[in-house]
């Protein structure tokens, strides 16, 4: 360590105070922290499941504030973190690492200069950023002062305890160590705007509480959904607070409130009207070498909302088997989050959060630490851990009786695609094992509200939660899929009764989806069918048919569990697996059979469609190749995406294994670019383009390529690459399925894209949560609660791993062929254990 002087102050200049964050090619490392332009897009998530959000920035910075139950991507609020170090020159500066480059031009107003920003103002020199979810973690440096500080930013987020994962709050913890060899006299301070202000056209304030201040915003006649707060609060009894600062025109508060840090004194302000901002002020004295913690606590309150979406049943077919007036009595007009009804307002949730922290916060560090304790790949646990933050942003929510509804990700300023949209929710493997509890009101809704008396489903669930009217085609892969999830979902649980109440709804899905798209039962989708791609196919193709074959295997396994007459069920499956593997394999892949002339639907021209229709040139396009936006002779890459969803499900693959790994090893060679420079794709490019590597969803390697293929055919989406990574591994090509994920993290390292926001139609799209399948392939851990059986089915060899369950998690380990399992939270029932197909003893 080097030894220098500042003013007659020996500062010892901690050489190793950042941390190594490179390999020696200079690459960042999977799972490490990040610096220099790897910090310039970072952005974490803080907040509850389905409670609102803002993000911490990779520099320290305040952005995405959205606490009103819709996106603020843009909202940057004057907030911000400050320290003053008395009798030191330039000794005040804000608790953060330099602006990034980016956001000096280009971003909005920055030709105006971007006034009301705190980026004018003194900041530490060298920032590191660091994150194990849901903690994350700055390191400020600067060789002009003589304090280090290290933040660290969470919310409670704890496996099956949805209530705490789910409160609208955060905490910063600023930890100040004294790097030099003399005590010195230091104020803290947490300075803002009042960011929840909207109208003149009613009251807007900033309130006292105990140590600390709460911005509030009250709604209008037009507006009620405006009425919120937020509370700004710490446990420091030294505190003092500028409840008002100065009120004046142009830059006048802020430049008075710096003026005010600059001066090191605790000013006391009282409440006035019209404040702009406030501050709140803690001493902290430092011996040398002494550290001590500030903790910055928030909770906001948002009752309120302005979503009302979907459109109403109109009959009694609309209503569904289950429908009773009373179910929704107390369903209020518009959404209502859950918290609202815990909580009666701002104070409950800060005493609530006050009261509870030291608990949250060991029960968070457990989970914490048993989900990194594991051996299995850096990158895989990165791409886990980053789309965690999925559950923690505007993408998810919570209703007013505790269910779950979700948008399918965020835009902007608006929810991206709305109704827990069924088939991009079936990709999302991580609910269902880290909230089991929620996972299942997601199929209930699906069964019991959103599916009519034929066996409908409507794959857009209304909100607030309520029957829809059933004007649009049903989603076949989400419907499908849905069978699949009550399956998995049942297993996870061990609840009979649960299953058993279902059954009825899940039979008559399933002759919904034959009678509809099989309607001569071949054991093919044939007649157009639609699809995540937001359009219909037309013809079977493998696709869509896996989902077939895998629904009909679980419903196979369903019904004989119950006693149930399957025989129909298990003939159309003998049929569906010889049509997968006799007509649509290629003899390297499942493709489509195109048709259109020969089906029981109307002519495309005049079918109901998505966005889209037929022009005159469009009708040449038909009469030549056939109906727009289909992939024919195609190598899609989620090809067997039904396939995949039985194997996170715990059902075998319904279709030929043999067939399905080749299909696999065909999209890997085929799909996967390391270079995309010369791909052209005229559709949706940012996610992935030039030089960044991706998987494509589709390649046509024989030729035959439409003119107009399926709208997102030449795109790039995370959810799908770590689909057809997982499953790769799954059928034991772990290098290949490696590389897939790889690449993918490698465009989200933080220089160019947020590392802990993969986007696709929106920002935390949910589809990304089909990396959590990651952890099952490589392992084989899969607990099945109905049969209280723990399976292991390595393909890494030997390993540690996470494991939740519906009753409590744990770390999963298999060392010499023998596994042991190591119990963290709550309990699980283990009385057989099966590892790679033999029964073996478990150490616990």
Not at 153 to 168: H, Q, T, V
Not at 247 to 252: E, H, L, T, V
Not at 489 to 507: E, H, K, T, V, Y
Request: charged fraction near 25%; glycine fraction near 8%.
């Amino acid at each position: 360590m080097k030894a220098r002087f500042l003013k007659g102050t020996l500062v010892l200049a901690a050489a190793t105070f950042l941390s190594l964050s490179a390999s020696a090619d200079g690459k960042r490392q999977y799972t490490g922290p990040y610096s220099g332009e790897n910090l310039n897009h970072v952005a974490f998530p803080i907040g509850g499941l389905g409670s609102g959000m803002f993000c911490l920035e990779g520099t320290g910075n305040i952005s995405h504030m959205s606490p009103r139950h819709y996106p603020e991507v843009f909202h940057e609020p004057c907030t911000f973190a400050a320290i003053h170090v008395k009798g030191l020159k330039n000794g005040t500066k804000v608790l953060e690492g330099n602006v990034p480059e980016w956001k000096k031009f280009g971003d909005n107003d920055t030709g105006l200069g971007k006034g009301g920003t705190t980026w004018g103002l003194p900041r530490f020199s060298d920032c590191e950023f660091s994150s194990r979810f849901p903690f994350a973690t700055i390191k400020l440096h600067d060789d002009e002062m003589p304090v280090d500080v290290v933040l660290t930013a969470f919310n409670p987020f704890i496996p099956n305890d949805e209530d705490n994962s789910g409160l609208p709050v955060g905490v910063f913890e600023y930890q100040f160590t004294n790097t030099s060899d003399k005590a010195i006299e230091t104020v803290f301070s947490f300075n803002t705007r009042n960011f929840m202000f909207r109208t003149h056209d009613a009251l807007s304030e900033i309130v006292p509480m105990k140590n600390g201040f709460v911005l509030r915003q009250e709604g209008t006649k037009a507006e009620p959904w405006i009425n919120g707060e937020f509370a700004i609060f710490t446990d420091n009894d030294e505190a003092v607070v500028n409840h008002t600062w100065f009120r004046g025109g142009w830059f006048d508060p802020l430049t008075m409130a710096w003026n005010d840090l600059t001066t090191g004194e605790l000013k006391s302000v009282s409440p006035k009207p019209g404040a702009p901002g406030a501050t709140l002020f803690v001493p902290v004295a430092l011996k040398a070498g002494e550290s001590k913690t500030v903790k910055v606590f928030m909770a906001w309150y948002n009752p309120d909302s302005m979503h009302r979406i979907g459109p109403d049943a109109v009959d009694d077919n609309d209503l569904g088997d289950r429908y009773s007036p009373d179910l929704y009595k107390d369903t209020p007009n518009t959404y209502r989050p859950w918290y609202a009804t815990r909580f009666k307002n701002t104070q409950e949730v800060a005493k609530y959060w006050l009261d509870n922290y030291q608990t949250l916060r060991e029960r968070t560090v457990k989970f914490t630490e048993a989900f990194y304790d594991s051996t299995l790949p850096a990158e895989v646990i990165e791409a886990v851990a980053a789309n965690l933050t999925i559950l923690k942003s505007t993408t998810v929510m919570r209703q007013h009786d505790g269910r779950m509804w979700n948008w399918e990700g965020s835009g902007d300023t608006w929810g991206s695609c709305h109704g827990s949209c069924t088939h991009v929710w079936n990709y999302a493997q991580a609910i269902c094992h880290l909230f089991p509890r929620m996972e299942r009101t997601l199929r209930e809704t699906e069964f019991k509200v959103s599916q009519n008396k034929d066996g409908h489903q409507a794959f857009r669930t209304n909100i607030p939660i309520r029957p829809v009217h059933h004007d649009f085609h049903s989603a076949s892969d989400g419907q499908l899929g849905g069978i699949m999830k009550v399956y998995r979902d049942w297993r996870i649980s061990g609840d009979d009764a649960w299953i058993a109440d279902l059954w009825p709804l899940i039979q008559k899905s399933m002759d919904y989806c034959i009678r509809t798209w099989d309607p001569k039962e071949v054991g093919a989708l044939e007649e157009p069918h639609h699809n995540t791609y937001d359009i219909e196919f037309w013809g079977p193709d493998g696709m869509c048919t896996s989902f077939y074959a895998g629904a009909l295997n679980a419903t196979i396994e369903m019904g004989t569990y119950l006693k149930k007459d399957v025989k129909r069920y298990k003939a159309l499956l003998a049929k569906c697996q010889d049509y997968m593997e006799t007509k649509l394999f290629n003899g390297e892949y499942f493709y489509q059979q195109v048709r259109w002339k020969d089906l029981q639907a109307t002519d495309p021209t005049s079918a109901q469609m998505f966005h889209a229709g037929y022009s005159d040139e469009a009708v040449v396009i038909l009469e030549k190749e056939g109906p727009k936006y289909q992939y024919g002779t195609g190598c899609i890459s989620d090809g067997v995406l039904g396939c995949w969803m039985s194997l996170t499900a715990g059902l075998q693959e319904p279709i030929s294994s043999e067939k399905v790994r080749s299909h696999l090893n065909s999209v890997y060679a085929y799909n996967l670019k390391h270079d995309l420079s010369d791909h052209a794709n005229p559709q949706r490019p940012t996610y992935a383009l030039g030089h960044d590597g991706g998987l494509l969803l589709c390649t046509w390697p024989r030729g035959g390529k439409p003119q107009l293929p399926f709208v997102y055919s030449d795109e790039v989406w995370t959810g799908i690459e770590y689909q057809v990574a997982s499953h790769l591994i799954f059928e034991g090509e772990v290098e290949k399925g490696l590389d897939i994920v790889r690449t993918c993290r490698d465009r989200y390292d933080g220089r160019i894209r947020n590392p802990f926001n993969e986007y696709e139609c929106g920002s935390w799209y949910a589809r990304a949560m089909s990396s959590y399948g990651l952890l099952q392939a490589l392992t084989g851990v899969r607990y099945d609660a109905v049969t209280k059986t723990l399976y292991i089915d390595s393909k890494v060899g030997d390993f540690r791993s996470f494991l939740s369950t519906n009753s409590g998690y744990a770390t999963v380990s298999l060392e010499g062929g023998k596994p042991s399992i190591k119990m963290i939270e709550g309990d699980i029932d283990v009385q057989n254990c099966i590892v790679s197909g033999k029964k073996a003893k478990l150490s616990k």
